[in-house]
């Protein structure tokens, strides 16, 4: 059987289990960004740090003039590159006719299919500091991996439950509300959840 199309979670969110054993993931729900043979890897959406875009973008000695962006958390996107920065954005019109050769607008982009992109170079905070780049943007520090086989086999254990992503949970949901909300694309709650989780 293939196995890409045996189970592709891309472009799914991934919602932790009441019983889930890492503290990295209890209550979290991840957007999965790229799931391949090779593994998997996806940014949490719901851990806002205490650090706001406005003080990181000072910390890369860039000014941010859009005042509804400054003011926003970045999120703690999980336990790989803690020191790292990911921007999961929307890919617009306008950008499509900025692309380059390779289709990417900004020099280290991965383009999901359903719409978004995780970028990694400065290059796109650059473009927001402009006034221009994405509209919509979820900031991270550090992403949440997968090896060949990993995600696949939590799943299985009951680990996490998949849904397909929707943008609107991610840019405009309250953040409190999104693990609830995640729960709700699937048809239940979290009081549900807790109902069915036993112990073998």
């Known amino acids: ?30 957007y999965l960004c790229e799931h391949t043979e090779h593994g998997a890897l996806g940014l949490v959406i719901n851990k806002p740090s205490d650090i706001k875009l406005g ?51 900004y020099s280290s982009s991965l383009r999901i299919p359903g719409g978004m992109a995780m970028t990694t170079s400065k290059d796109v905070l650059e473009a927001l500091a402009c006034g221009a780049g ?10 949440a991996g997968w090896s060949a086989g990993q995600l696949e086999d939590e799943i299985a254990r009951n680990g996490w439950i998949t849904v397909d ?14 693990y609830e909300r995640a729960l709700g694309l699937l ?5 549900m959840l807790s109902h069915q989780a036993g112990h073998a």
């Open 134 to 143: 994405p509209k919509r943007v979820l900031v991270t520090l550090g992403y």
């Open 1 to 30: 059987m293939d196995s890409q199309s045996a189970s592709n979670f891309t472009n799914q969110f991934l919602i932790a289990m009441p019983g889930m054993a890492d503290d990295n993931f209890a209550g979290s729900v991840v």
């Open 165 to 178: 992503a929707q943008p609107e949970l991610i840019f405009e949901t309250p953040i409190e509300q999104r």
């Open 55 to 105: 003080r990181l973008f000072e910390k890369v000695e860039l000014a941010l003039d859009r005042e509804e962006l400054a003011e926003q958390p970045v999120y703690l996107g999980g336990p790989v590159q803690v020191q790292r920065g990911f921007v999961l954005h929307e890919q617009s019109e306008a950008d499509a006719a900025d692309l380059d050769a390779d289709g990417a607008l």
């Open 187 to 191: 048809g239940i709650s979290q009081m």
